[in-house]
């Protein structure tokens, strides 16, 4: 249990040092325009990969569709085993599939709120690449009333985000395991985030607060269930 809290600790002060990093990125730098400068072609006005098939078809909707139907199956079979109670199912298997469905369900939804309350715009809306908005950061202060942009944070990163949640198959016995689970899961996200930059879709800090948000469910939803996960054992067959 001291381990476990230990490990938590060391993840909270990550998670805190992270904010701090992505809020200064998205503030005070331009890496932002400098990626969505890369990609776009001023001649044309055009984000040259906006309707190639790699980055329209294939990743955004056929690898997000995909991964969006596991997940809803993930749901679904957890509903399932709540009802009928699946006899080969140990309880800490149980509770570790419980732990990935709140992830699948409210990292979408968290993200897909603040959307509707976000003044930002998408890179294509923006003066700078053809549209007809101001180019906002986070902590700028709207001066002038603008129609508001709903781009921000990025929802289409949070169709691979969650797959993060996989890392509780780790825990709390193999936590090294379990930190490069979580990674490989956000790394599926940002990479779909990161093809919605070349497509003009994003900008960066965008995608590293879906990330950030992610991260942040995760952390708290495992703290609140450590004590559950430390006294299931794997080979445990009753709750």
Not at 34 to 44: H, M, N, R, S, V
Request: hydrophobic letters at 55%; glycine letters at 6%.
């Amino acid at each position: 249990m001291k381990q476990s809290y230990l490990y938590y600790q060391r993840a909270w002060i990550a998670l805190f040092l992270a904010l701090l990093i992505i809020l200064w990125v998205g503030q005070y730098t331009n890496i932002d325009l400098a990626i969505e400068d890369y990609y776009y072609d001023p001649q044309l006005k055009i984000f040259s990969w906006h309707k190639t098939w790699f980055a329209d078809r294939f990743m955004h909707n056929i690898l997000k569709h995909v991964i969006i139907k596991f997940g809803q199956c993930l749901i679904l079979f957890t509903i399932l085993d709540a009802v009928f109670r699946f006899s080969w199912m140990t309880p800490l298997y149980r509770l570790q599939f419980r732990f990935v469905a709140i992830i699948a369900l409210f990292v979408p939804s968290l993200i897909s709120g603040l959307k509707q309350l976000s003044v930002l715009h998408c890179p294509f809306d923006v003066d700078r690449y053809g549209g007809d908005a101001p180019f906002y950061r986070l902590l700028d202060v709207v001066s002038m009333p603008i129609k508001a942009g709903h781009c921000f944070p990025a929802g289409h990163a949070t169709s691979g985000l969650w797959l993060a949640a996989f890392c509780v198959f780790w825990l709390p016995h193999q936590p090294k395991k379990a930190v490069l689970v979580f990674f490989a899961g956000l790394s599926v996200g940002l990479l779909m985030g990161w093809v919605q930059q070349m497509r003009g879709q994003h900008f960066l800090f965008h995608t590293l607060w879906s990330a950030w948000l992610t991260s942040l469910l995760v952390l708290a939803l495992l703290t609140a269930m450590t004590y559950k996960f430390a006294v299931l054992k794997p080979t445990s067959t009753a709750l």
